[in-house]
């Protein structure tokens, strides 16, 4: 089984200023990972994902994260926030073989101010 | 392409009421699933429908919740009797690729309970 571990709930942060919200994960087996957000009275977005290949993934709206086997982590980062990033944004991980279910953190709430 | 529909947005009951979520899959998607997301936390499983067939149901109380997908389209989620516990938005999802892991779900904006 895997999980996942989204070490901060909330991260406050100037508008323009770069922002790191972290994941971590377990899993015995390989994986895929994944960046959702969910604005308010929205349903979750893919913001980006990582099945394979390159480490550093590109998401929309400016955002990437890097796959780090060795320290099991999948951050999610970007150079300059804007007030319309304001949202949750959750990390989730899911095994690479089968029916493999999503498994979801418990989300960090980015709040961008001016 | 229209997303995924549900209905109702809102919903308050008292405990042990009964309550239905009705989910609209994007057209052709083969793969349908069910969330709880309690708040404060991230979303959860319930329940993954493969067309009208159930793959994953590990983390639905059966006691009291079930769920069913009409002809492999449309799917009804139901609770009774509701408890307290229940209050919740429920989300569903669909996919087009068969297996789920992920890659490429599309989910709707969910049902907002309150149980009273």
């Known amino acids: 089984a895997q999980s996942v571990t989204q070490l901060d709930s909330q991260v406050p942060v100037f508008e323009e200023a770069p922002v790191e919200l972290r994941c971590n994960y377990s899993s015995s087996v390989s994986v895929y990972l994944f960046w959702y957000v969910q604005y308010p009275n929205q349903g979750l977005q893919l913001l980006l994902k990582y099945l394979s290949g390159s480490t550093l993934v590109k998401g929309i709206n400016g955002f990437e994260a890097e796959f780090n086997k060795s320290q099991t982590s999948f951050h999610l980062r970007k150079p300059s926030v804007h007030i319309s990033d304001t949202a949750e944004y959750f990390c989730?991980?899911?095994?690479?073989?089968?029916?493999?279910?999503?498994?979801f953190g418990t989300g960090t709430r980015l709040l961008v101010s001016p | 392409e229209a997303g995924v529909a549900q209905s109702p947005r809102y919903k308050i009951i008292e405990k042990r009421q009964s309550v239905a979520f009705w989910c609209n899959p994007i057209?052709?998607?083969?793969?349908l699933y069910w969330y709880q997301q309690i708040l404060g936390q991230g979303p959860k499983l319930l329940i993954q429908?493969?067309?009208?067939?159930?793959?994953?149901d590990s983390q639905l109380p059966k006691d009291r919740f079930s769920a069913e997908r009409l002809k492999g389209v449309d799917s009804t989620l139901k609770i009774q009797p509701a408890k307290l516990e229940d209050s919740a938005v429920y989300l569903c999802?669909?996919?087009?690729?068969?297996?789920?892991?992920?890659?490429?779900?599309?989910f709707g904006s969910g049902t907002q309970l309150s149980v009273l």
């Open positions: 989730a991980v899911s095994g690479v073989t089968g029916f493999q279910k999503l498994v």
């Open positions: 057209s052709g998607h083969a793969t």
């Open positions: 999802a669909s996919s087009p690729k068969i297996g789920g892991r992920g890659e490429k779900l599309f």
């Open positions: 429908f493969q067309n009208n067939g159930v793959v994953d």
